[in-house]
């Protein structure tokens, strides 16, 4: 199994709303992503879990909030969104080795009204 | 930290055509290049990689090249197809603060294949 697995696909969500973005891994990668990627621009680096421990926050406001529940899964927390958080969200995975592929998610399609 | 600059941000060929795409990086510690292609409303897709003991690698209609000492590196695509047509990003991957391998990405080029 070489895929990374997001869901929901699509998310519409209230400033007001509290959702949860989720993904999975099965092939044994120790690190987690999250990236944010708006239209025509490069995915920008959020954070990083290794080894399910927090090991790299750029600087992302609080409304994000991530979990690393097991080495399989990630999630990522959602509250009080601005319009301008609207934007594809990523989520990848890799060995965490020098020199190995991050293997990313289809995303997670987020539109806040 | 990284930064990966890429050039250019837009190209144009033909059926048939070749197509080049370059980016230089900042940081001698980076020692890991992929390339991600990414097609509309889809996921970046690693289509190359390089390490750094290597100077060039090819898989079929794809090669990319690696010049350590200028720090700069380059995607080759022959005999380009309609269905090449999508959003290129290199990136180049270090050992972050954290101690995790942080893909740092270039800001794209966007490569479109006239029929």
């Known amino acids: 199994d070489t895929e990374v697995t997001q869901t929901p696909k699509h998310l519409v969500m209230g400033m007001t709303n509290k959702k949860s973005l989720k993904c999975e891994q099965h092939?044994?990668?120790?690190?987690m992503y999250w990236y944010k990627q708006k239209a025509k621009k490069p995915p920008e680096l959020m954070f990083v879990?290794?080894?399910?421990?927090?090991?790299i926050n750029e600087s992302v406001p609080s409304r994000f909030s991530p979990e690393c529940p097991n080495s399989s899964l990630l999630n990522l927390h959602l509250h009080a969104l601005q319009p301008e958080d609207s934007a594809l969200y990523l989520c990848?995975?890799?060995?965490?080795?020098?020199?190995?592929?991050?293997?990313f998610g289809q995303g997670t399609r987020l539109t806040v009204v | 930290g990284e930064n990966v600059e890429q050039h250019p941000s837009t190209l144009s060929v033909q059926e048939g055509d070749s197509a080049v795409i370059k980016c230089t990086y900042s940081d001698s510690a980076s020692n890991y290049f992929p390339w991600y292609k990414q097609e509309l409303g889809k996921r970046p897709q690693l289509i190359i990689d390089?390490?750094?003991?290597?100077g060039e690698k090819k898989d079929q209609r794809i090669a990319v090249t690696l010049n350590k000492t200028a720090k700069h590196f380059s995607l080759h695509i022959t005999e380009t197809q309609p269905e090449d047509s999508a959003v290129y990003f290199c990136?180049?991957?270090?050992?972050?603060?954290?101690?995790?391998?942080?893909?740092?990405f270039g800001r794209g080029t966007s490569l479109i294949v006239h029929p």
């Open positions: 990848a995975s890799s060995q965490d080795w020098s020199g190995t592929e991050a293997f």
């Open positions: 990136a180049a991957s270090e050992r972050g603060t954290g101690g995790s391998y942080i893909p740092t």
């Open positions: 092939m044994g990668h120790r690190a």
């Open positions: 879990y290794s080894y399910e421990k927090l090991s």
């Open positions: 390089i390490r750094s003991n290597v």
